[in-house]
């Protein structure tokens, strides 16, 4: 779809321009321009305007070459995996409905926070593999037990670098 007929499009479904628009449901957090082979090769749906208001796809086409327009969308799950702190409001819904996405942005808050956990202990571990190396080298693998120990023993967390 060329842009000129997006805009079309998105003026027809909602000529004041106050609505939200999202791509499956998610909001739109960049719109970029970019080498249509950017990010893989751009793909193109070829329509027949004969069968237009309904399903006109017929085909389609791997494009490498000229410029695209990327509407890149970025989920509530993507905002927490980068954030698990973020505030997430839920004042649309009601009892149940409430938990069930709450309850469901926590696991992800949570797992989030376990590979953070991972990746910094991972760090320290290395870090003192590398200080017992110094000292005995053929024996610095066998510090990951302790260092994992020191890491929770000295209260160490991704937050305190």
Same mark, same amino acid.
């Given at each position: 779809?060329?842009?000129?007929d997006l805009?079309q499009e998105l003026?027809?479904?909602?000529p $004041?321009?106050?609505l939200?628009?999202?791509v @499956?449901?998610?909001?739109?957090f960049t719109?970029?321009a970019? &080498?249509a082979y950017?990010d893989?090769?751009l793909?193109?749906?070829?329509? @027949? &305007?004969?069968?237009?208001p309904?399903?006109d796809?017929?085909g389609?086409?791997?494009?490498s070459?000229?410029?695209?327009?990327?509407?890149? &969308?970025?989920?509530?799950?993507?905002?927490?995996?980068?954030? &698990? @702190?973020?505030?997430?409001?839920?004042?649309?819904? $009601?009892?149940?409905?409430?938990?069930?996405?709450?309850? $469901? @942005?926590?696991?992800?808050?949570?797992?989030?926070?376990?590979?953070?956990?991972?990746v910094d202990m991972?760090?320290?571990h290395?870090w003192?593999?590398?200080?017992?190396?110094?000292i005995r080298?053929?024996?610095?693998?066998?510090?990951?037990?302790?260092?994992?120990?020191?890491?929770?023993?000295?209260g160490?967390?991704?937050?305190?670098?």
């Amino acid at each position: 779809m060329k842009t000129k007929d997006l805009i079309q499009e998105l003026q027809e479904a909602d000529p $004041s321009g106050e609505l939200e628009v999202c791509v @499956d449901n998610i909001d739109i957090f960049t719109v970029t321009a970019e &080498p249509a082979y950017w990010d893989g090769r751009l793909q193109l749906l070829i329509r @027949d &305007p004969a069968k237009k208001p309904y399903y006109d796809i017929v085909g389609g086409r791997y494009v490498s070459s000229g410029h695209k327009v990327v509407i890149s &969308p970025l989920s509530i799950t993507d905002v927490l995996w980068d954030n &698990p @702190d973020a505030e997430i409001d839920y004042g649309d819904f $009601s009892g149940a409905t409430a938990d069930c996405y709450r309850k $469901s @942005d926590d696991v992800t808050r949570q797992a989030a926070r376990d590979v953070e956990l991972r990746v910094d202990m991972g760090a320290f571990h290395e870090w003192v593999k590398k200080q017992a190396d110094r000292i005995r080298p053929d024996n610095s693998d066998a510090c990951q037990g302790a260092s994992e120990y020191a890491y929770k023993k000295l209260g160490l967390s991704p937050k305190t670098q």
